[in-house]
């Protein structure tokens, strides 16, 4: 018995829903966060995985650039949510919402 | 064997830590089980053999995004409890809709690369470190440079957002105490 490309893949789905499961039922910014940087690493395992069981090193360059997006969306994230902060002293997404419908 | 074992252990424990991060309602907790999650699935990547991708994630995830994270953190209300109203149920259903369709897309993706080809092999004979350095600054060297002027834009971006006016305390003004702010500001762009 060895580990197969299923059973990452499968390992790597389950970890992306979890993280989708937390960006469709957390209402706090800094938590839709949190999940967003949950799925980026679900698809990382993904990459990897299929990077090694076919031999190619293509998979863990993709990955390499996911994670320097997932850096620079952290620091202007954080950023535009410290200044939300200041003006309106919640960061809930539904402050967010201006107009009714 | 020994992998075996590895694997079951570390994908109990990375679900698990990922489970308390989108269930808890404590901040603190949120990120330090985020933290923990991530250290864990650095063991995949120990795994499939990829060490320069796992000492990646060690350093920029755990070293530079959760501690970013953590001073974040200091501006906003983190000791009490986040409050949450109930989220809207048709966007629910359309997502998990969704997610059911990427769960058979990723069950379907062996097949599908079944007859996929080989475009940089992997060399047993360099080490993994060496092998990523190799196709990196050859074949790709443009997005590499793309990505490290990205990342220098969103340096520059996350100081000019955060801080902005460190100084004052916008939420402890009034509404007519912030425009003047804001005019005092323009006021000045005119001048020079």
């Not at chain 1, 949950?38 to 994670?67: W, Y």
């Not at chain 2, 509404?175 to 804001?182: A, G, N, R, W």
């Amino acid at each position: 018995m060895s580990i197969t490309l299923n059973d990452y893949l499968i390992l790597s789905t389950i970890i992306f829903m979890i993280g989708m499961y937390g960006a469709m039922r957390r209402t706090n910014l800094l938590m839709l966060f949190f999940s967003t940087e949950i799925m980026l690493n679900a698809v990382n395992i993904g990459m990897a995985a299929i990077s090694k069981f076919h031999g190619d090193l293509t998979g863990q360059m993709f990955a390499f650039f996911i994670i320097a997006i997932a850096a620079s969306e952290v620091a202007i994230g954080l950023g535009l949510l410290i200044l939300w902060f200041k003006r309106h002293s919640t960061i809930d997404l539904s402050s967010l919402q201006s107009m009714k419908g | 064997m020994f992998e075996v074992i590895a694997f079951y252990l570390f994908a109990f424990l990375t679900i698990a830590m990922f489970g308390i991060t989108v269930k808890t309602k404590n901040p603190l907790y949120a990120l330090s089980s985020l933290a923990a999650g991530m250290i864990f699935i650095s063991a995949f990547f120990f795994l499939l053999g990829a060490d320069f991708l796992g000492a990646v994630q060690i350093i920029v995830y755990t070293g530079a995004v959760m501690a970013l994270y953590a001073f974040g953190m200091m501006f906003f209300d983190s000791i009490n409890d986040i409050k949450e109203s109930a989220s809207n149920p048709k966007l629910t259903f359309v997502l998990s809709g969704l997610i059911a369709l990427i769960v058979v897309m990723i069950f379907m993706a062996p097949v599908i690369g079944a007859n996929a080809e080989v475009v940089s092999p992997i060399n047993p004979a360099y080490g993994n470190t060496q092998d990523i350095g190799m196709v990196l600054f050859t074949k790709y060297l443009i997005p590499f440079e793309l990505a490290a002027v990205m990342l220098l834009v969103a340096m520059i971006g996350g100081i000019i957002l955060a801080g902005k006016k460190m100084d004052v305390s916008i939420t402890a003004l009034s509404d007519q105490e912030v425009d003047k702010l804001h005019t005092d500001t323009e006021i000045k762009k005119d001048i020079k």
